[in-house]
């Protein structure tokens, strides 16, 4: 059973759009949402992460949006380069207290240039 | 900035040998995991280990699979003997504390090919 789901799977934008990746969830226990961005051939580095207290988190060009009631999230990737090809994973944390991360499949993002 | 290096980038072995994958946290964190992803698919949580002891696990942690850190040197993953499901990446993690709210940091990951 799938805990996190993402959609779309792939995603293609022209450059300067915005890009929005969904990401789901099932288990009410999770709190905490870092979105990783991969790279072919590289791991996984830490994008923006947001608590289940918020709402709206920004960093630079990247915004997630929470609704906790819905249990989703969404990131936003303004001005989309096309440096910001790769693999976005949601992950989610919460509720057994060491760190436990269960990842979405990921949206492989490609921007047009 | 602070950065989890694995050792080596690519294995290849023959299955029913013994294979040791080696990390190098970031150095001042205290918490160390292992995550699997076949090709393709999402990442897996294997294991989290603190303070000399496994934590959690999960079920794609077999009776094969085992972790250490001596004396504070490399986190491995032993994997004794390898089947040929153990084919994948695992990336290794690293994260300063136990909170939800502090993200793990990951290795570029070890290939493993097991054939």
């Known amino acids: 059973q799938q805990q996190v789901r993402q959609s779309p799977q792939s995603l293609t934008v022209w450059e300067g759009e915005t890009a929005i990746l969904n990401c789901s969830y099932e288990n009410s226990a999770f709190d905490y949402f870092p979105w990783y961005q991969q790279f072919p051939g590289e791991g996984p580095a830490l994008l923006i992460a947001?608590?289940?207290?918020?709402d709206k988190k920004e960093d630079g060009g990247f915004t997630i949006f929470f609704n906790k009631r819905e249990k989703n999230l969404s990131l936003h990737i303004k001005d989309s380069q096309p440096g910001d090809s790769a693999t976005y994973f949601c992950?989610?944390?919460?509720?057994?207290?060491?760190?436990?991360?269960?990842f979405g499949k990921g949206t492989v993002l490609l921007v047009s240039p | 900035g602070p950065k989890v290096l694995q050792i080596p980038s690519h294995q290849i072995i023959d299955m029913g040998q013994m294979v040791t994958l080696n990390c190098d946290p970031v150095s001042n964190h205290l918490y160390f995991y292992w995550y699997k992803q076949i090709l393709g698919q999402q990442m897996e949580f294997l294991v989290n280990?603190?303070?000399?002891?496994?934590?959690?696990k999960s079920k794609l942690f077999k009776d094969q699979f085992s972790v250490e850190r001596p004396d504070g040197s490399y986190f491995t993953l032993k994997i004794q003997p390898t089947a040929l499901e153990d084919s994948a990446v695992y990336f290794c993690?690293?994260?300063?504390?136990?909170?939800?709210?502090?993200?793990?940091?990951f290795g570029e990951g070890t290939r493993l090919s097991v054939l």
């Open positions: 947001i608590r289940s207290v918020s």
């Open positions: 280990f603190y303070n000399g002891k496994v934590m959690e």
């Open positions: 992950a989610a944390s919460g509720g057994s207290g060491y760190n436990k991360l269960t």
């Open positions: 993690a690293s994260s300063l504390g136990r909170r939800s709210n502090q993200a793990p940091l």
